[in-house]
Nanobody
Framework: QLQLVESGGGLVQPGGSLTLSCVAS????????VGWFRQVPGKEREGVSC???????HYTDSLKGRVTISRDNTKNTVFLQMNNLKPEAPDVYYC??????????????????????WGQGTQVTVSS
């Protein structure tokens, strides 16, 4: 079964840190770019960060300096480290794998049809 599974979410105090993981099974993640997206209930899903096959990274402006994306192809995993978290509505973080043609090295913070696989999400709540 081809799937992505996120983990690492939970309740954290303001100013705290979390590291989310996105593990692929059934396929090799190093052939894909990977993006992290988040969604507050009732709002549109938005891109948080992405990493290309060869580690080009992009971050949404609102989180720059507080999040770091990385990948470990030996573990078929992409990580999202989040620091200095601010209190806000609970949201769900999703990872998605983007099919990339050979010779290209890019990733996306917008939802596109070539985001081929999505995980089920992991909830993050920042609250005291």
């Amino acid at each position: 079964q081809l799937q992505l599974v996120e983990s690492g979410g939970g309740l954290v105090q303001p100013g705290g840190s979390l590291t989310l993981s996105c593990v692929a099974s059934g396929f090799t993640l190093d052939y894909y770019a990977v993006g992290w997206f988040r969604q507050v209930p009732g709002k549109e899903r938005e891109g948080v960060s992405c990493i290309s096959r060869h580690n080009i990274t992009h971050y949404t402006d609102s989180l720059k300096g507080r999040v770091t994306i990385s990948r470990d192809n030996t573990k078929n995993t992409v990580f999202l480290q989040m620091n200095n978290l601010k209190p806000e509505a609970p949201d769900v973080y999703y990872c998605a794998a983007q099919g990339i043609r050979p010779g290209q090295d890019r990733c996306t913070l917008t939802e596109r049809p070539d985001l081929r696989y999505w995980g089920q999400g992991t909830q993050v709540t920042v609250s005291s």
